[in-house]
Every structure is written in C-alpha cells, then in structure tokens.
C-alpha cells in the first residue's frame, strides 16, 4: 500500500473515532441526566413523606384523645389506615419509577461503554495507519506521487 491509502485509512478512522467519543459524551451525559432525575424524584419522595408522618402523628393523637374520652372509631383512625394504604400504593409506584430509571441509566451506561470502545478500536487503526504511512515514504512519498497535490503546498 502506498501512502495514500495509509493517509486516507488514518482520515477515516480519526473521524470515525472522533464521532464515537461525541457519542459515548452523549450518552453519559444522559446517564447524568437520568441519575439526577431519580435523586430529585427521591428529594420528593422524601418530603412527601415527612408530610404524611406528620398527619399521621396528628391523626394519632387525635385518635388516642377520642379513644381516652370514650369515642369509638373515628375518623382520624379511619384515615390513618387510609393513609397506610395509600403509602403502600405510592412505595410501589415508586418503586418501579425508580426502576424504570435504572433501566434507562444502564442502557445509557452500555451505549457509552460500547462508544468508548469502538472509538478506542478506531484510535488504534489510525495508530497503524499513520505507522503505515511514515514507512511507505510519508509525506516526501505521497507529494511526490501525487505532483498536483504537491502544487498546492509550495
């Protein structure tokens, strides 16, 4: 092979290396993205939580001062295991928001991966091209073959 083809070989798969390492980028930054989302929707979660632990309290010491004054059941305890329920039913679909997330930050994470790769597989054949090309006469060689070329840097 002559130094053109070690040239054009090296041209193709720096660019192609370059476009798989924009692509690894992209993903990450989806994978950063998609992290962040289950960290903001676990913030939530959290408050919302707090907020239900402090009715709950509420509830209960409504529900332990109608029990003490000779009350039946009321509806504070009524709503307790409404609200038990409800938590169950929020802890399940979150679960499974959360799962959802995990699921697209690992395909994200693979996508890069395999980007990363690709791109470091390019790296390398453009490593041989170039080596391929300076044994074949490098530069001196390809100006030297290809006159017109050789016109336009002078």
Do not use: C
Request: no cysteine.
């Amino acid at each position: 092979m002559g130094p053109e083809t070690y040239a054009a070989i090296a041209a193709f798969s720096t660019t192609v290396g370059v476009i798989q390492q924009q692509k690894a980028g992209r993903a990450q930054r989806q994978s950063q993205r998609l992290q962040q989302k289950m960290a903001e929707n676990q913030n939530r979660r959290e408050r919302i939580q707090a907020l239900r632990q402090a009715r709950i309290a509420r509830s209960q010491a409504a529900a332990a001062q109608s029990a003490t004054s000779g009350g039946g059941v009321s509806s504070q305890a009524l709503g307790i295991q409404g609200s038990i329920q409800s938590q169950a039913g929020a802890n399940i679909a979150f679960s499974n928001q959360q799962q959802g997330l995990m699921n697209q930050i690992s395909t994200a994470n693979i996508d890069a991966s395999r980007a990363m790769t690709n791109a470091s597989t390019f790296q390398g054949i453009t490593s041989l091209a170039s080596t391929g090309f300076e044994m074949s006469g490098g530069y001196d060689k390809l100006m030297e073959n290809n006159p017109e070329l050789a016109k336009l840097f002078r």
